[in-house]
């Protein structure tokens, strides 16, 4: 795949960012893409490695190694090198319905599986994705093919995140008529609200919903099920329902003085954030200009909040992470093809360095407490140090709190990015199915079928937080299966 000599021959060479102090003054998407000839020779250094964990998706050291969509990235990396564009192109969406996204937002789970990682750089299998469906839409290969025969039956899709979209894509190309049915004002879900947009523009959304329109896909927004719109309806009108509506359920903060004004869920500051910069909407707006912002949570939203509020303009961004900072190479006992626990400098990160001179992540500290003026409103947060000890009854490591250690930091607004609990239990309970433990809709082993008839379930709302990529899976799974109800077979992959 891609030329025998062709990982010896080239550098690995990343699409050009703009420097952080320019990005940082809009929210635009910052990175350059290469010319034709230099992506070619990206795509040369995919070697014919035997054994492409790339596309393996497969749980090695308790982690995901390899992408979970399987897409056959060698195969699209050689026709690239080719200059086989349109096969390429074939190749691409031959397991991944929305490539347009996944090269812009995914952490390449296939990058950090590539063998040519393991004694040199990995291939950009992320940018060389991005370019062959970016060119697909410039050349007339991404339009409308709606399908030329219809099989009469109906499928409501509540949610239309990455797994809603999968699976109403799948469905609707199979001939089933396919509503999709989303609470906000535009689609996405967190594609939408909680990606922000110099990491997802929001025109390369409505581009795919345009087409999707156009096969035949029908979109229903501002319909909030379980609310302003009955449940017992889309059971009596739809031969199936599809409940794609995340993990919506953010984790919370249980430290004293929670109630003071000026602490928010990261998902609300970023949808509130995307808004403004849609629409220049300010009624919610959570404005940090001039303001001293601490996040809390280490992960990707975390990051995103802090890149948000370094363009807002802040006057100090400080990012609280609970556990201790990861080496900066693979320990020993973290070989490749496993997920490498490396730290990692992210952009947001990188904004803040330019911006403040220094690195804005605290680790192995937690908030004790959130301290708030005779108003009501923050001021600041009083955070305690953390040290690993191992619990002698389980043997396990958790993080335990340094006695006197405490210590104060300016706070005018907190930003909670700690992850997500599971499924709002208000859209579980207008349609009766059951929950497991972590609060995920409860299906049986290898299904995605609930416990109501003719209910299903996909994405984050059933396996948990997780990323795109998983949710395109999960939704060309749960299409597989509905189909197979409906039709008695199925011929989707």
Known sequence: ???????????????????????????????????????????????????????SGMMIGGMVSGCPLNNLVPEWNDLLYMGNMEKALQMLRQTNNFP??????????????????????????????????????????????????????????????????????????RGHSVTVYERNDH????????????????????????????????????ADVGNNVKAEDLLKEYDSVILCCGASNPRDIKAT?????????????????????????KKEWIDTKGKNVVVIGGGDTG???VGTAVRQGAKSVVQVEMMPKLPDERADNNPWPEWPRVCKTDYGQEE?????????????????????????????VKL????????????????????????????DYVLIAAGFLGTQDYIAKAFGVKLNERTNVDTPAGSYRTNVDKVFTAGDMHRGQSLVVWGIREGRQVAKEVDRMLMGYTNLE
């Open 352 to 380: 803040a360095i330019a911006v403040f001179g220094q690195d804005p992540r605290i680790y192995q500290a937690t908030v004790k407490e959130f301290v708030a003026d005779k108003k009501g409103k923050l001021k600041k």
């Open 257 to 281: 003085g929670r109630e003071a004004e000026g602490i928010y869920f990261a998902v609300d500051f970023l949808t509130r954030s995307t808004k403004h910069v849609l629409t220049g909407e």
């Open 187 to 222: 689609i996405g879900g967190l594609l939408m609200y909680g990606i922000p947009n110099m990491k997802l523009e929001k025109w390369v959304i409505e581009r795919k919903q345009k087409v999707m329109e156009e096969e035949g896909v029908k979109f229903v927004v501002n």
């Open 303 to 305: 990051n995103d909040c």
């Open 1 to 55: 795949m891609g030329k025998s000599t062709g990982f010896l021959e080239y550098e690995r060479q990343d699409n050009v960012a703009i420097e952080p102090l320019k990005r940082i003054k809009n929210f635009d998407e910052f990175h350059e893409p290469m010319r034709e000839r230099d992506r070619k020779e990206q795509a040369a250094r995919c070697m014919n490695c035997g054994v492409p964990f790339c596309q």
């Open 384 to 411: 305690v140090k953390l040290e690993p000890k191992k619990d002698a009854k389980t043997g396990r490591m958790n993080m335990v709190e340094v006695p006197g250690s405490e210590f104060e930091i300016p706070a």
């Open 100 to 173: 347009e996204f996944t090269s812009r937002v995914c952490p390449a789970l296939c990058e950090a599986a590539c063998t040519c990682g393991l004694n040199d750089t990995p291939v950009t299998c992320k940018a060389n994705e991005n370019y062959i469906v970016e060119y697909g839409y410039e050349n007339g290969l991404m339009d409308a093919d709606p399908p030329e025969v219809r099989t009469g039956k109906k499928v409501a899709i509540v949610g239309s995140g990455p797994s809603g979209l999968a699976a109403a894509d799948q469905l609707n190309k």
